[in-house]
């Protein structure tokens, strides 16, 4: 038997024993190597089996959805998406140049972990035609405390080491975008009631697209599992637009773990101190406009009293 | 008395016949004990204690191993319970060297697996001695890190050794063996970017360079 000098000789049902136990990015990497390598790894068995892994929700999902397929799946809602602006200047514009369809509806596959370990999945689907849908503020709930009692597993969770994973489908388009920020990017204690808020959310343009999680003490760790979209002054947006936004992040180019999510971080800080920086302005043009008030009213009224007194 | 010496001489005359017949019939291993009593020896222990197995490499080298280390490979499994293996089993595909370290394998995780059993029991015995419950999980537990640390050392092999014992390992079916050595091939190709995979393996690269280039814009999220 010839000695075998590289991986190449390795069979074909080896080489994909070995594919088999490589995560995500590794495997595209490994595809880029050579040609064999590349068909190899294209298996969508393999990428299949890392999409359930990585996402348990997706076993929840009902068979007969037009669904994209695993590996472009994957590469869709791992990475962290883009804002147009910067991708464009990094010459990485979306290749599509037809102006997108509106969002009809949306799947979400929802995945709160906690070290690690999956604790809460659901999968839900979104009907987004209804006038009412349009216009109210956008919101989708995965766990809603006053319709279905929590059922997340019984363990005392520390907030700050949940990761969540918001995948939202559009299965008319084939695409698909992680929107959590996936480690949180705010923790708020109520002092009240003693539950504890955590915010994972993602920059697109001038909103901010926020997945959070309500969970306490006790039997039902997990309370509450949302999506909403705000503007730049904490104003929930309304459905309609919201599609839209959301449109655009599935459109829009990704960016991968290591610097995707130091880039996503950096968004949502300077986001959150444009916000602060609008409402410091506006309190001051509040406090001018009402000294101003003020100071016309003294004004007029010492005028008066000069005219009553001098005539 | 002329009939009774006759009746003795009859019987020690078939008596005889008997055991030249019953020499006879098992002819095979009358020469085995003549022309090898190593060989002898060891069938004789045979019956007594563990059973041997040779194993013929391609390059011509035997290597006699107990039944139970062979039983690790399910193609020897196989062919041990179709009677094959009165003779040795040849072993085309695999050279003395990959072959002793296979054997080296099997023989240790057969030995680990033997021994569980052995120390449960004396830690059990141990803890209802010292009355102390936290002692006998620990010490069913150290072995297993034991192996682990064991099967580490056992793979930092060159590439070529490696890839050829993930060879064997799949010729000789040993579910283990070849567990550790993908796991060992797919660690060394994670956290790598392309260029250092192309580097670590010898891979060339046969795309060109507008495959190249489409094939980079669709997995660009996976090297950021």
């Known amino acids: ?311 | 008395m002329n009939s009774l010496s006759l009746r003795i001489f009859l019987f020690f005359f078939v008596s005889s016949l008997s055991r030249v017949w019953s020499l006879q019939a098992t002819p095979r291993l009358r020469s085995i004990d003549r022309s090898d009593p190593i060989r002898s020896m060891a069938s004789a222990a045979a019956t007594t204690t563990k059973k041997m197995i040779t194993l013929k490499s391609s390059d011509g080298e035997e290597f006699e191993v107990e039944e139970a280390v062979a039983m690790e490979s399910q193609t020897i499994r196989h062919m041990i319970e179709d009677d094959c293996a009165e003779n040795g089993i040849p072993l085309p595909n695999v050279t003395s060297k990959i072959l002793s370290k296979v054997i080296e394998y099997c023989k240790k995780h057969v030995d680990a697996a033997a021994k569980p059993s052995d120390e449960a029991g004396a830690a059990a015995a141990a803890a209802a001695a010292a009355a102390a419950g936290g002692g006998g999980g620990k010490a069913s537990a150290v072995p297993e890190d034991d192996l682990k640390a064991w099967d580490a050392e056992f793979v930092k092999v060159d590439q070529t050794t490696l890839f050829d014992l993930i060879l064997a390992a799949n010729y000789l079916n040993i579910k283990g063996l070849l567990d550790l050595t993908c796991q060992t091939v797919a660690d060394m190709i994670k956290g790598k970017t392309p260029e250092e995979i192309r580097k670590t393996f010898n891979i060339k690269n046969d795309f060109t360079p507008e495959e190249e280039e489409e094939i980079r814009r669709e997995n660009q999220w996976a090297f950021e």
């Open chain 1, 1 to 311: 038997m010839a000695m075998a000098a590289t991986i190449e000789d390795l069979h074909e049902d080896v080489l994909a024993l070995v594919l088999r136990r490589l995560d995500g990015p590794s495997l595209a990497a490994a595809s880029c190597a050579s040609a064999r390598l590349r068909g190899l790894s294209g298996d969508p068995a393999i990428w299949r089996d890392l999409c359930l892994a990585t996402w348990p929700s997706l076993r929840l999902l009902p068979l007969p959805l037009p669904l994209p397929p695993p590996q472009s799946l994957f590469s869709d809602a791992f990475p962290f998406p883009r804002c147009r602006a910067q991708a464009q200047a990094q010459g990485q514009s979306p290749p599509r140049g037809v102006p997108p369809r509106p969002l009809r509806g949306l799947i979400s596959a929802v995945d709160l972990y906690h070290r690690g370990a999956p604790v809460f999945s659901r999968v839900l689907e979104t009907r987004a035609a209804s006038p009412w849908f349009l216009g109210s503020p956008f919101r989708i709930d995965a766990l809603d405390p006053k319709h279905e009692a929590p059922s997340a597993a019984a363990i005392s969770i520390s907030p700050g080491e949940l990761t969540l994973s918001w995948i939202v489908i559009d299965p008319a388009r084939g695409r698909a975008v992680n929107l959590s920020s996936r480690r949180p990017v705010r923790v708020d204690r109520h002092w009240f009631t003693g539950e504890t808020l955590v915010r994972f959310a993602t920059v697109v343009r001038e909103f901010s697209v926020t997945a959070a999680v309500t969970c306490g003490e006790g039997e039902d760790p997990v309370r509450e599992v949302s999506l909403v979209v705000e503007d730049a002054d904490g104003i929930g947006v309304s459905g309609g637009e919201s599609l839209g936004i959301i449109g655009e992040a599935l459109e829009g180019a990704r960016r991968g773990r290591g610097r995707g999510e130091e880039e996503a971080n950096r968004r949502y800080d300077e986001f959150m101190r444009r916000r602060k920086r609008r409402k410091e302005s506006k309190a001051r043009r509040e406090g001018l406009v009402d000294f101003l008030c003020t100071a016309v009213g003294a004004a007029v009224s010492l005028a008066f009293l000069l005219l009553v007194a001098l005539g």
